[in-house]
């Protein structure tokens, strides 16, 4: 079993529709990370957080430490918000990362 | 954020030739780096940790003769793939984190694309 797990691990939606990618780990973590990774790109870090919620334009974030679960929403969604979005904790010096969840946004 | 920046972004190279890449935090002093490996519609794999001015700590499986990582200064690290064979073919990126804090947010740079003939 993997530490962190994702899901879904493709998600297809319709332009404008609100969208959730779930993270759940099973260890212990200091923080944890949600990335992006555009096809054939780099890696873009969205949200490093620890508790609670952040938000970033469209982008939003929770963290449940006691319930170790993780979720990135995205309002309003747009094809170019098609990437691959990847929760990343942190785990003793490292970042673990999850397989990464495909969201694609169809106009 | 903190920019991360990588060179080459892309390099073919003949099986047999050394190639060499670079990991620069252009705004930022980074005395952790990491580098990461990352094949097709894989995610990424942790190859090792630098360190200004120390031995990297390679992971498991990766072979430190063959990857070598040298983190000279607080703002660059290079990744140096020996003698490299069409295997080694593959998306490599590299991260940074910011000098302080432990747990301070990881910056990644944009990767390079290694293809080996």
């Known amino acids: 079993k993997n530490e962190v797990e994702q899901s879904p691990q493709n998600l297809t939606a319709q332009e404008g529709e609100f969208i959730t990618i779930n993270c759940s780990y099973s260890v212990g973590i200091s923080a944890l990370h949600w990335l992006q990774q555009h096809p054939g790109g780099g890696i873009v870090s969205l949200f490093m957080l620890s508790s609670g919620k952040k938000k970033h334009g469209r982008l939003i974030a929770t963290i449940n430490i006691q319930e170790k679960h993780s979720s990135l929403h995205i309002t309003a969604s747009h094809p170019r918000d098609s990437a691959v979005y990847i929760c990343a904790v942190f785990y003793g010096n490292k970042l673990v990362f999850g397989a990464g969840t495909i969201l694609r946004v169809k106009s | 954020g903190a920019v991360v920046s990588q060179h080459p972004s892309r390099v073919i190279c003949k099986s047999g030739t050394s190639v060499k890449i670079e990991c620069r935090s252009l705004d930022f002093q980074a005395t952790t780096m990491f580098w990461y490996r990352q094949f097709p519609k894989k995610s990424l794999m942790l190859m090792a940790t630098?360190?200004?001015?120390?031995?990297?700590?390679?992971e498991q499986g990766v072979e430190k003769d063959k990857f070598l990582i040298n983190h000279a200064s607080l703002t660059l690290s290079t990744l140096t793939v020996t003698s490299a064979h069409p295997e080694d073919s593959s998306f490599y990126i590299c991260s940074a984190r910011e000098r302080g804090i432990m747990y301070n947010e990881q910056f990644f740079g944009p990767g390079t694309r290694l293809t080996v003939l």
């Open positions: 630098s360190n200004e001015g120390s031995k990297a700590t390679y």
